[in-house]
């Protein structure tokens, strides 16, 4: 079945995307992309140029370039080109035509369907043209959609029940204002406002006119008459209205902007975000009044609005969001990329027309992560929060001590470092382990939630096959509070946790180094001198005895006692080596030893002798 | 498994449940389909990222380069003591550096302008040509094919006597 595609034709550019295991992706187009300016040119020689092509060429055949004809769409308007008379619906089919084959190229396959979205406030005159452009661009239009509709359903709000939501939406150059109140799948625009010559492009203007003047209050010059400059002052102009979303302020530095009589000129001008702010404030006050108008009208007080949503990419401004947020006395929603919100819900109508969203299998995640209690209280994570389930996965675990028989399983889901402060789900005992040395037998325990989100844990001796399992039902059954509040009690804790977590592992890294040393002893009895082995015997008598509270601490005896292991050991390969003939050499053991309390790839856990 | 089926279940039965499997067969297809098909674009994507995220660094290091021309043009040519041949150099490193990435500079031929590799700021209008001229005013980049940015040029178009 050819894929469907959900289309956002804007006022100054267009995006278009598509549904694929349940989640729309922006399709980026063939210059790479993910806008495609709404632009199209006729050339001298006849060819048709749409998108980032067309703009590079404007200012050389301004009146075969048609920019903004989304502002003409249901009119009579006609563009005279060559003696041949188009219609803003032929025009925009160009611009679909060239989204709908970029589509076809990125998926590999042919396009036919569409859904098409326009501004709330377009008639039916408006809504006909658009739909007559997607069939002259070759597209089987199943729908046109309103914008802020489209931008709801990209935030998933259809399925919360019923509400009233402002949509804000300022583009590149128009400003959009509409209250929807949705129920039941149901989408109805209760108002609409907006400013139809208002966007980003005004606010980089301003920060452009204020280089200008501020360098020619400097140095006299007056910059607004040079072309190349003034294609440097915007480049510089965007890219520092960009950072001051982010940054409190920018330098922007633009060396050899011009020259005179007595040498170059640089610019290096410091823009401040309340400078930027001051300078423009007048442009975030002009969205004020229309959504004010749309309250009227929908006999609504700003209290109502259950839910506003910033779209346009001009919403990243901190001085807007700071707006609206006034107004409205709760955070806008922005988490989805303000430029693609449209055309993501566009695809999303299209996925659900052509049957493709019903057929998709809706995969759930593990809202926490799981794991188990590992030597000095630590929580190894097995399966990281946000898995796709149903998963599974397994590790292989060994003793702490020697000769140890039977492994506790404790089983616990949380984010924080050590197992006392995550929630525990379940305990179980695996026994009838064969003696052996600590590290030795190897534990699987396997992990497996299924796709009903219930935990089932195993552990397994491979020496015996012996094996225990757990199963927890409702392991993951949090609302959703107490997950938001385990996962920010974990990044409330990071630091100290991070600390605690270093401490034990230091600590268990020390107490397999003491256990290296006590087994050189026995080993290397008689092959070296007593003196060295008596030093050593000391030296780990004294870790033992030591206080063991800080992180310093167990690092110097660990340091310590590695010093007196290293003294044994090289005597003992040294004595090796001179009789390298006789015996099988058993420094290869000892230096497994000396490695030993890194423990390679396996992890000791916490199980207790029964 | 049939056989058991037809002894113990009404025929209805076995209807509603041959046509949950076939739906969960197509359900199943589709998904192994999607997922294969969207191995297959991701694969091609990592290809193409690799030249994506090299083609946004090399574009964010190119106002350097563009600065490093512009001082060094500002020097006058005659000048002796070394610091011209300095800055000279740098900028050559640098050029050197982009060739080495795969980077080439995009060409003007014969006062052709291509909108797939040049962008026009400015255009000017001249009566002493035989025809338009386009000059470069900022110098373009691909990378295997791909624009980095294009051409800044100035054009210069032919105007008849007393137009």
Redesign the interface.
């Known amino acids: 079945m050819a894929k469907v595609i959900g289309i956002d034709l804007g006022t100054t550019n267009s995006v278009v995307a598509f549904v694929e295991g349940g989640k729309p992706t922006v399709i980026p187009n063939a210059e790479g992309s993910r806008l495609t300016p709404s632009a199209v040119a006729f050339t001298q020689d006849g060819q048709i140029l749409v998108g980032e092509l067309a703009k590079r060429q404007a200012i050389l055949n301004p009146e075969r370039t048609i920019l903004s004809i989304k502002r003409h769409m249901g009119t009579n308007y006609k563009i005279r080109i060559d003696n041949k008379e188009y219609t803003p619906q032929e025009i925009s089919a160009m611009i679909l035509r060239k989204l709908k084959e970029d589509a076809e190229a990125y998926l590999g396959e042919k396009v036919e369907k569409a859904v098409i979205t326009v501004p709330a406030y377009f008639n039916d005159a408006q809504r006909q043209a658009t739909k007559e452009a997607g069939v002259i661009a070759g597209l089987d239009v199943m729908r046109i959609i309103n914008e802020p509709t489209a931008s709801s359903l990209a935030y998933g709000l259809d399925k919360e029940g019923t509400q009233t939501i402002l949509v804000y939406d300022l583009g590149g150059g128009t400003f959009d204002v509409s209250i929807l109140e949705i129920g039941e799948g149901v989408f109805e625009v209760k108002a609409t406002s907006g400013d139809t010559h208002l966007g980003g492009d005004d606010y980089d203007q301003r920060i452009i006119n204020f280089l200008v003047e501020e360098f020619k209050r400097k140095e006299g010059i007056d910059l607004s008459q040079d072309r190349m400059v003034l294609q440097r002052l915007k480049e510089a102009a965007e890219k520092a209205k960009i950072e001051l979303s982010s940054l409190m302020a920018t330098e922007i530095n633009l060396p050899f902007i011009t020259a005179t009589n007595s040498g170059p000129k640089h610019m290096n001008i410091t823009l401040t975000r309340a400078q930027f702010e001051a300078m423009t404030k007048d442009l975030t006050e002009r969205t004020r009044e229309p959504i004010y108008r749309a309250l009227s009208d929908a006999k609504l007080d700003p209290s109502r609005i259950d839910k506003v949503l910033l779209v346009g990419g001009s919403t990243r401004m901190p001085a807007v969001q700071r707006l609206v947020k006034e107004i409205f006395n709760k955070e806008p929603r922005k988490d989805i990329n303000p430029d693609e919100c449209v055309a993501l819900g566009a695809a999303i109508q299209a996925a659900v027309l052509a049957g493709e969203i019903r057929d998709v299998v809706l995969l759930d995640v593990t809202p926490l992560s799981l794991g188990i209690e590992t030597l000095g209280g630590v929580f190894t994570r097995m399966i990281e929060r946000n898995t796709t389930i149903p998963v599974s996965k397994s590790e292989i675990f060994t003793t702490a001590v020697d000769n140890q028989t039977a492994v506790e399983i404790h089983v616990l889901q949380g984010e924080r470092p050590m197992a006392a402060d995550n929630l525990s789900l379940g305990k179980f005992i695996l026994d009838g382990i064969p003696p052996a040395p600590r590290g030795v037998p190897k534990i699987q325990v396997t992990f497996d939630i299924d796709a009903n989100g219930i935990v089932h844990v195993s552990a397994k001796d491979l020496a015996t096959n012996k094996e225990q399992r757990i199963t927890v039902k409702g392991g993951t059954g949090l609302s959703k509070e107490e997950i938001d509040r385990m996962v920010k009690e974990a990044q409330a804790h990071a630091e100290e946790d991070r600390r605690k977590r270093e401490e034990i592992e230091a600590r268990n890294q020390l107490d397999g180094l003491i256990y290296t040393a006590e087994k050189l002893v026995k080993d290397a009895g008689g092959k070296v001198s007593q003196d060295l082995l008596d030093g050593l015997n000391k030296t780990i008598e004294e870790v033992k005895s030591s206080d063991k509270s800080d992180l310093d601490k167990i690092k110097e005896l660990t340091n310590k006692l590695n010093d007196a292991i290293y003294k044994v050991s090289t005597e003992l390969y040294a004595k090796a080596s001179a009789q390298q003939t006789s015996t099988e050499s058993p420094p290869e053991n000892q230096q497994q030893d000396s490695n030993g309390g890194k423990n390679e790839g396996t992890i000791d856990t916490d199980y207790k002798v029964q | 498994m049939e056989e058991e089926l037809k002894e113990n279940l009404p025929a209805e039965d076995i209807a509603m449940i041959k046509e949950q499997y076939k739906e969960l067969e ?2 199943f297809l ?2 192994a389909a ?2 294969d ?2 191995r297959k ?1 991701m694969a091609r994507e990592i290809e ?1 990222l690799k030249d ?1 995220i090299r ?1 946004e660094l090399i574009r964010s290091l190119l106002p350097l380069l563009d ?1 490093i021309e ?2 060094f043009s ?1 020097i006058p040519a005659d000048r002796d003591d070394g610091i011209r041949d300095g800055i000279e150099m740098i900028m050559k490193n640098f050029q050197d550096w982009l060739t080495s990435q795969g980077v080439k500079t995009i060409e003007i031929s014969d006062d052709i ?1 291509d ?2 590799y ?6 000017e209008e001249d009566e002493n040509i035989d025809k338009d001229k386009v000059e470069e ?2 110098t373009g980049y691909t990378l295997n094919d ?2 980095i940015r ?1 051409t ?1 040029v ?2 210069i178009k032919k105007v008849k006597e007393g137009n």
């Open positions: 197509d359900k589709r998904l999607d997922f098909n969207y674009r193409e994506v083609i600065d512009r001082a500002s302008f909108p797939k040049h962008e026009v700021v400015v255009v005013l900022r791909r624009v294009p800044m100035k054009i």
